[in-house]
């Protein structure tokens, strides 16, 4: 059974600062999504990763994807309180998902 | 981008009745659509997979004869929540892809709140 374990399960920060996210697994995936959820609303892809080692950027935020495309983090530079929501990676056929990280950015 | 649309957005219901759920594809032809249930603070669970004009695949411990699942064509399915119960109360997503791959895009609906009193 593929799981994802997704770390801290809470963030709360300051704007301004940086964080890092990380989702790992034992399993090896074809592609991890990264998506972000506001409450009441359906998740919203971010980006797919596909390829180990893969790096990609949206903004200020930076995904990787591990070289044995068996984890990926998500790290963002200089949060914004428009960043605060739950951000989910997800993988596999049939979208496992982790827990998700709770983010939190105060003004 | 593709959509995906579910209606309704909230259904508040008593204990007893059934409850039906669209999830539509509005822009695409969705070959694959997963239904999720996500309780308060807690990540999506899958509940089951279905494909156009096959029966859908239930994940362990979801009650099939409960939640009956019609993927009647390429740009809908239905979720119906039978003689719902206030455990049922939840958030209810479901994703549409357009493809059976892995890395095919799943895009998702807004979901639906359904309370049971």
């Known amino acids: 059974t593929q799981l994802l374990e997704q770390s801290p399960q809470f963030l709360s920060i300051q704007e301004g600062e940086n964080l890092t996210v990380y989702c790992n697994s034992s399993?090896?995936?074809?592609?991890l999504q990264w998506y972000r959820q506001e409450p009441g609303e359906g998740p919203v892809l971010l980006v797919t990763?596909?390829?180990?080692?893969e790096v990609k950027k949206l903004k200020r935020l930076t995904f990787q994807f591990g070289d044995a495309r068996k984890d990926s983090s998500l790290h963002i530079t200089a949060a914004q309180p428009g960043d605060t929501g739950l951000y989910l990676c997800?993988?596999?056929?049939?979208?496992?998902f982790g827990a998700g990280t709770r983010l939190f950015v105060k003004a | 981008g593709a959509v995906v649309s579910q209606h309704p957005s909230r259904v508040i219901c008593k204990s007893g009745t059934s409850v039906k759920i669209e999830c539509r594809s509005l822009?695409?032809?969705?070959?694959?659509m997963f239904w999720y249930r996500q309780f308060p603070k807690q990540s999506l669970m899958l509940m089951a997979t279905?494909?156009?004009?096959?029966?859908?695949?239930?994940e362990q411990g979801v009650e099939k004869d409960k939640f009956l699942i019609n993927h009647a064509s390429l740009t809908l399915s239905t979720l119906t929540v039978a003689s719902a119960h206030p455990e049922d109360s939840s958030f209810y997503i479901c994703?549409?892809?357009?493809?059976?791959?892995?890395?095919?895009?799943?895009?998702f609906g807004p979901g639906t709140r359904l309370t049971v009193l």
């Open positions: 399993s090896v995936f074809s592609s």
């Open positions: 990763v596909v390829t180990g080692g």
């Open positions: 994703s549409a892809s357009g493809g059976l791959a892995e890395t095919d895009t799943q895009y």
């Open positions: 279905s494909n156009e004009g096959s029966k859908a695949t239930y």
């Open positions: 822009d695409f032809q969705a070959t694959t």
């Open positions: 997800a993988g596999g056929f049939k979208t496992i």
